[in-house]
């Protein structure tokens, strides 16, 4: 066997039809890393029938003067097949040597567990401790089960099922997050599909959250689109809408005000302490409406075409579709757009014949992290199933060169505080 730099039409036929695909592994994806500042190459292991029996995308960054490369999502092969395992590493190896690439990172498509919460169902991959060994007798060194966004990319992501009835999908949805839904339509939200000309909603909402600058997005669309393996969505809110439903609201919040006051005009002289709890408490929500109401009408004086709160990047590849990066606007967060936008998207791809929804990373929700415990509720309560990967690993393919980086950080250090 030996490696080989593929084409893309050559890496194309073969990720189209590999069991384990990802849209980081596609040659579109290096296309887009380019112009990130990365170069990229497609690689092969052909077998003597000149058949690929195990490709990646490698990216190739220069580091403080070195070079190192990763594999988004790991290399495509079997892991389970050790001979292919060990001639692809080995071969691996040598081709990045001579390019004196000093090592590469990859975090493989190797589930470790999965997790159903709904049905409290805990399935554990029975090869994974074999796999993970045997990587590591190759020279694979393992960075660790992390819990957090320690790694290359998110050790655990939130995945629904969609091969069940669209009724059957929302209702296993959390009740909380389903009046969320209901009344984030309610209120004026509308879900429109974006395009480059507005790509800037995105952006905005995003670009202090995630380290690329605009044209990375650009070129995500510009290049996946090719092969209609990208969506843009973004949810607007009609601002006149929702001031109409707030008039309701309000109105309807104003006759039952009216109704407890006929009641406590009534049975006067009786004991009506519930009556009167529940007259201040209602009281209360009038008055929270009663502000609510002027905030709708100078929104709408101010939008009268309506605002973007929310937005939502997508890829789709083979089966799966993948929310690649989301954003909103904080100031209209209790309109629940994302709730919405989220389970629009969810019910459209449901309805296309895609089989999984990928919600995108979370943490170990096993473990309680204030900044990230509303993400992992929000992803959850969808009833996505958590699967946990394998995480990252590194594997060094010039030792001396390697060393050398290594050494140089503590005077990297120095040199970057003293700026």
Not at 35 to 45: D, I
Not at 186 to 191: A, D, L
Not at 336 to 342: E, F, G, Y
Not at 380 to 389: D, G, K, Q
């Amino acid at each position: 066997m030996y490696i080989k730099e593929l084409t893309n039409a050559e890496f194309n036929n073969f990720t189209d039809r590999f069991i384990d695909s990802s849209i980081y592994q596609t040659s579109e994806y290096g296309f887009i890393m380019n112009t990130q500042k990365y170069n990229s190459v497609l690689l092969g292991l052909i077998d003597d029938n000149e058949t690929i029996k195990a490709a990646s995308l490698i990216l190739i960054e220069k580091k403080h003067g070195f070079k190192y490369a990763y594999a988004p999502k790991g290399f495509l092969m079997d892991y389970n097949d050790k001979l292919i395992v060990e001639e692809f590493t080995n071969k691996i190896k040598e081709y990045l040597n001579k390019e004196k690439i000093i090592a590469i990172k990859i975090n493989p498509m190797i589930i470790k567990s999965s997790y159903d919460y709904r049905t409290n169902t805990y399935h554990i991959n029975p090869n994974f401790e074999k796999q993970l060994e045997f990587l590591k007798t190759m020279g694979y060194y393992h960075l660790g089960f992390n819990n957090l966004f320690e790694a290359f990319k998110p050790r655990y992501n939130a995945i629904i099922d969609l091969n069940k009835p669209i009724t059957t999908l929302f209702g296993n949805m959390n009740k909380n997050f389903k009046n969320k839904v209901k009344s984030a339509d309610k209120n004026g939200i509308r879900i429109i599909k974006g395009n480059e000309k507005n790509i800037d909603y995105l952006y905005q909402e995003v670009k202090d959250k995630y380290p690329r600058d605009k044209k990375y997005f650009e070129d995500m669309l510009y290049f996946f689109k090719k092969r209609n393996m990208i969506d843009y969505y973004y949810a607007k809110l009609d601002t006149n809408a929702y001031l109409i439903n707030v008039q309701k609201k309000y109105q309807r919040q104003v006759d039952i005000c009216n109704k407890l006051n006929n009641k406590l005009f009534k049975n006067i002289g009786k004991n009506n302490t519930k009556l009167i709890n529940n007259k201040i408490f209602q009281e209360n929500q009038l008055n929270e409406l009663k502000k609510e109401l002027v905030y709708a009408t100078n929104l709408l004086k101010n939008q009268p075409k309506g605002v973007v709160v929310a937005t939502m990047l997508l890829t789709k590849y083979r089966d799966e579709v993948y929310i690649f990066i989301d954003g909103f606007n904080k100031d209209f967060k209790k309109l629940n757009a994302k709730h919405l936008m989220t389970w629009k998207l969810i019910e459209k791809y449901a309805k296309e014949k895609y089989k999984k929804f990928n919600l995108g990373g979370m943490t170990n929700p096993n473990i309680k992290n204030e900044k990230y415990n509303g993400l992992n509720e929000f992803k959850l309560s969808f009833n996505a199933r958590c699967v946990e990967y394998i995480g990252d690993l590194e594997l060094i393919t010039n030792n001396i060169f390697y060393n050398l980086y290594r050494n140089s950080k503590p005077i990297r250090y120095i040199l970057k505080k003293d700026k």
